[in-house]
């Protein structure tokens, strides 16, 4: 038997080796266009990609023609170098650097040589390209802006790199790819799937035909077009409200978690990002290690909250039964938790409850609800994590799933936060009571401020916040679509909404009410830290405030950071006003607030921190970057603030 079985082993495998080779090499031929194969030569057809369209239908971003010279260098002969580079306008020692380059990814295979030529450009070079043998036209498209906002939402369109290439073989050296924002988001669904013909050429190198008939060619798909769930004249008047100001503005839809701006200050043409001059442009972006125009603030920087988070102090401590509406604590102008320990307050002082301690944001009220809520458990670490739980079910401390290619978990402290930061002696409700009112070991981005007060809008749930509205033939990811419920009862959130809802009545907001509104909202001051020259510096604090409106049936609900902007109702709180009544009356009756938030500048505030070289750097890089064509000319503006107005908690 042995005898029999190993002969048998052999012949079987032979017989199935040669039918698999018969099979590939006579029956099924397609794997001869993997190969190098000099008969044969590939040519791409490139779709358009989908058009961008906002939630009400307005076009954002279309496409236009560019024109890439590609070269086969194996291919290339009886070149006249200097004329083809004064054709060009390059040098020869570009044409050198381009060959070898090409020669690197492949002497058989296309790559790009020149890319994104003008029409007049191609106009010239298509009419002797037949005595510049190797060398070819292939058309592509490029995104053609209709606004001029917008940058950070969309991202923008990039060569693959070598690395894209060997990831993923759909891509070919020359190809285009989305980066950043919704760009590389919906790549796969924006880039739509490029044609192929198979081209069979003679011994003398002439194109004879299409191979086998065209049986392998493949027609190329377009992009599908997508509508974001943006407001386009929302989302420009949002940042022409952070014009000369850091920060950002994150608006949603609370009953759908759709984003109804995403701003980020400062930022840029999204058109400059495009054509010959995009690699010069974002390389000049990028290093702008100061304004830092590339960075997404809204979904990327990491704020202490301050005031805004007694929001959600009050209503833990509401839930676990640590206080209740009738609570009542006694603020003397702060708040004494230690000996030797005081935080200062800025409320007008006298018993306190709920509801005043919300709209005269009194750190005493918070502070010691807070402890209550830490103590109730006789164990710090225990009453630490039962807080942690009920925060993190406003999606806090963590990705919140949204469908953009960036972002920051922020930071709530858990138990094991402490028992790092205190190794072998015990810490106490007294410890971290700065956690109270929004300072402390929290941390958070704006998107996620924004939808935990969305949360509070909708009383107690929120769906992942998302800027993908619509896509053409296809529905949106079910994860958009889930409601998530926070872990504190409804009951709890009208006690809160009535006292964020006098915030704008006779509390710290009371100046920025708008007629015919019912807006709740809380202003909010946060400490600013930062290391210059290696030394711990104090700057001036940022201004923040969150909002919903209207108060009941609310229809957006919003969060701004403004950097350095002193207190919430200095800077943040107008551009809350003013977004909230620009969405929901689509015209601003508060004129004076429009005047002064369009006007007015933080840019003195900014560059006082800096060496003069570093500040005329930045000057210069945002007149020919940063600043929007329509700012170029605008004179510098004096910061106008009112004398009625006071700084909250």
Known sequence: MRKVLLPTIIFIATILLVIRLFYLQVIDDSLKLKSDNNAIKI???????????????????????????????????????????????????????????????????????????????????????????????????????????GANVFGFITQVNDKIIEKNKYYNSGDLIGRQGVEESYEDILRGIKGVKYIQKDKYNREIGSYKEGKFDTLAVQGKD??????????????????????????????????????????????????????KNYTMLFHDSIAKPLYDRGLLAEYTPGSPFKILTGLVALQEGAIDENTTFFCSHGFSYAPGRFMKCHCHGGAMQLHRGIYESCNTFFSSSYMKTIDKFNNPPKGVDVWSNHLKSFGLGQFMGYDLPTGRKGKIPTSKTYKKMYPGWGWSSKTIVSNAIGQGEVLMTPIQLANMIAAVANRGYYYTPHIIKKIKGSVIDKRFRTKHMTTIDKKYFEPMISGLFDVYNFGTAHGLNVEGIDICGKTGTAENYAKINGKRVKLQDHSIFVAFAPKDNPKIAIAVFVENGYWGARWAGPITSLMIEKYIKRKITRKDLEKRMLEGSLEGEYNKYYAKPIVDTLIKQKVDIVIKPEDKKAEPKKEIVPANETPDN
């Not at 949002?238 to 839809?253: D, P, S, W």
């Not at 109804?260 to 058109?271: C, G």
């Open 226 to 279: 997508i509508n974001l769930t943006i407001d386009g004249e929302l989302q420009k008047y949002g940042e022409e409200l952070m014009v000369n100001k850091r920060g950002g503005i994150v608006a949603i839809e609370p009953k759908t978690g759709e984003i109804l701006a995403l701003v980020t200050a400062p930022s840029f043409d999204p058109a400059i990002l495009v054509g010959r001059q995009r690699s």
């Open 43 to 149: 040519n791409y057809d490139y779709p358009e990609r989908g058009y961008i369209y906002d939630r009400n239908g307005k076009l954002l971003v279309a496409n236009q023609p560019s024109y890439d010279i590609m070269v086969i260098p194996k291919d290339v002969k009886d070149l006249d170098t200097m004329e083809f580079c004064s054709l060009l306008n390059i040098t020869k020692e570009d044409f050198l650097k381009k060959i070898a380059k090409a020669k690197v990814y492949s002497p058989r295979l296309p790559s790009v040589f020149l890319s994104q030529l003008n029409k007049k450009e191609y106009a010239a070079f298509q009419e002797i390209q037949r005595k510049f043998i190797g060398f070819y036209i292939q058309k592509r498209a490029l995104r053609d802006y209709q606004v001029s906002y």
